[in-house]
């Protein structure tokens, strides 16, 4: 399957979307300016598009298998794993004291976009090590990271993230995992962990888990669970990989996509492992890995929407059926096949930018500690998430339906994107949850992060009225709705929150997607990105208004049905 990386989308959205000039002005990112950025965004787009694309189908084909103990990966992922960590790509947005480039998390985004775009199941395995790169440099003792930050930065070794038990998903205070301390400052890890990506595998010397447990005594729930560093191999006194540690792979997950990414089932039975951050903070280490992550699947969501949309143009452009206005030419000319590619290339250009805004106001709130770029990047963060993965599923949908029949047969490679999209909407926390999570927890200041956000875009689009009314108007129209709507949810009851959150966040991403088309078609008002705004605004934004009538419905009319009346007569 061809890839070519969208290079030129990421490089206007930085210069004339999302504020990214604003990093390089500050004295952390002083040295992400324009030429930085444009090597990086050219190199990467390159390694995605020549190494890492021609893999997508290969690893889909040929699984990652469990052979006698050992995980072996799809052919040629070991080397295309070697260029990325050779290009120091895991590194990107690493501290520098350990050998890292110390540059933005919304570069890094883009760069994880290419990557997730040309082949999903092998851009997993650099995700997770970055995740665990930034719970180390948070959380970790001095020892720890002067150990495993220069190992998992140049990529020598890999990491994990070990949440998930059978009986505890969603629920992680319902965990069994023990802790015992061995008394020489190491603990020993004893229990059962699924859905481990790239949990175990041949592309790099050593697998580095974090774990979450309980220790002896420890309180109930989240509040008595405690994090843990387990590598696969213990490091010798040269901190090179010694003893094999007391971990094994039970199986492997047959899954419904990303073939090629081993979800492994681990066992720990009396594993060595070392505590990162004090005992019972567990939960707020691995969350600074996680919410690392929810940004990066979510551009996921927007790197497989862009590789099924460009699958499905290239069908398009040359599969001939019917007679078209232009006579007998490609499916193209057709009004409905025009109407799902000119929506899928709108739906791409706002989420992605939804997740490049929220990348850009994590690193400035990181830069200058303002607190309302802090607030900003943590709003942003469950629709970055939520939204950017609801999207890639929808657009690889559409993908198998300029298809048509075709797209229904596995050998088009078509409905390979909607099988490995599919997950993203599910793991680093449903998008259920992130929606309860938005107007929850990210209500809690009443709103005012909600309402900063709504009156940015606002005032954009009252100074867009001289240039595009029409659109302008639409979009101020709909924040004021959003606004409305904003307003009454912070007054209601939580669970009448709950009911009503996912068509909130839609609606919210939506208002946004239409920010940014607009300010994409003010910087070229008469060119293709006013046009494609035209087709986001009138074609799409419209649904906002029906999704907050469904937000402000209330739990009630939900419980007003039985169990007993849920169930098939």
């Known amino acids: ?330 499916i193209l000319e057709h009004a409905d096949v025009r109407r799902m590619l000119a929506e899928m290339r709108a739906e791409i250009f706002a989420a992605r930018a939804i997740a490049l805004a929220c990348g850009v106001a994590i690193d400035m709130g990181r830069a200058t500690g303002d607190a309302h770029w802090q607030a900003r990047a943590a709003l942003l963060t469950p629709i970055a998430k939520a939204h950017c993965t609801d999207i890639g599923c929808e657009v690889a949908n559409l993908g198998v339906q300029v298809y048509g029949g075709m797209g229904y047969v596995e050998e088009t490679g078509a409905a390979q994107f909607l099988r490995d999209a599919r997950i993203t909407p599910i793991y680093e926390g449903t998008n259920g949850i992130q929606a309860m999570d938005l107007v929850a927890r990210k209500m809690m200041d009443g709103g005012e992060a909600a309402f900063r956000l709504l009156q940015e875009v606002q005032d954009g689009a009252e100074g867009a009225r001289a240039t595009l009314p029409d659109l302008a108007g639409d979009v101020w129209s709909a924040a004021e709705t959003l606004r409305e709507a904003t307003e009454w949810l912070v007054a209601q009851e939580m669970n009448d929150r709950f009911a009503g959150a996912v068509p909130y966040l839609r609606a919210f991403a939506r208002v946004l997607g239409a920010h940014y088309h607009l300010r994409a078609a003010q910087a070229a008002p008469e060119g293709p990105r006013a046009r494609l705004a035209h087709v986001f605004i009138r074609r799409i934004l419209p649904e906002h208004t029906a999704l907050l009538a469904r937000a402000r419905d209330g739990a009630e009319p939900l419980y007003a049905l039985s169990p007993d009346e849920l169930e098939v007569a």
Not at 120 to 133: D, E, F, K, R, S
Not at 216 to 227: C, E, K, M
Request: charged share 20%; proline share 6%.
């Open 1 to 330: 399957m061809s890839y070519k990386a969208p290079v030129s989308d990421f490089r206007f959205l930085f210069d004339h979307v999302v504020g990214y000039d604003r990093l390089a002005e500050t004295e952390v990112f002083g040295e992400a300016g324009p030429d930085v950025t444009e090597a990086i965004l050219t190199e990467v787009g390159r390694l995605a598009a020549e190494v890492m694309a021609p893999l997508n189908r290969t690893g889909d084909l040929n699984p990652a298998r469990l052979e006698n103990g050992v995980v072996r990966t799809p052919p040629g992922f070991a080397a295309a794993y070697r260029a990325i960590a050779e290009g120091g790509w895991i590194g990107l947005s690493a501290s520098p004291e350990h050998g890292g480039m110390g540059l933005p998390q919304a570069l890094n985004t883009a760069v994880g976009e290419m990557m997730a775009g040309a082949c999903l199941a092998l851009q997993l395995c650099p995700l997770l090590t970055q995740g665990q790169i930034e719970a180390l440099e948070h959380h970790a003792s001095d020892e720890l990271k002067a150990l495993y930050l220069p190992k998992l930065i140049s990529g020598e070794w890999t990491g994990t993230m070990n949440l998930t038990e059978p009986q505890a998903g969603s629920d992680v205070g319902a965990l069994r995992t023990r802790a015992e301390p061995k008394g020489d400052g190491s603990y020993a890890i004893s229990g059962q962990k699924i859905y481990i990506t790239w949990g175990d595998h041949d592309v790099a010397g050593n697998v580095c888990h974090l774990v979450l447990a309980r220790l002896p005594g420890a309180a109930p729930g989240t509040r008595g669970i405690s994090l843990f560093l387990v590598p696969k191999l213990i490091p010798d006194a040269e901190g090179r990989p010694g003893a094999r540690n007391a971990l094994r792979v039970v199986s492997l997950e047959h899954k419904l996509g990303i073939h090629g990414s081993p979800t492994a089932v681990m066992e720990y039975d009396g594993a060595t492992g070392w505590m990162v951050g004090p005992e019972n903070g567990g939960m707020a280490a691995m969350f600074t890995m996680m919410n690392n992550a929810r940004l990066a699947v979510g551009v996921q969501g927007v790197g497989v929407a862009e590789a099924a949309y460009q699958h499905a143009l290239a069908y398009a452009q040359d599969r001939k059926q019917g007679r078209t206005p232009e006579g007998a030419g490609p």
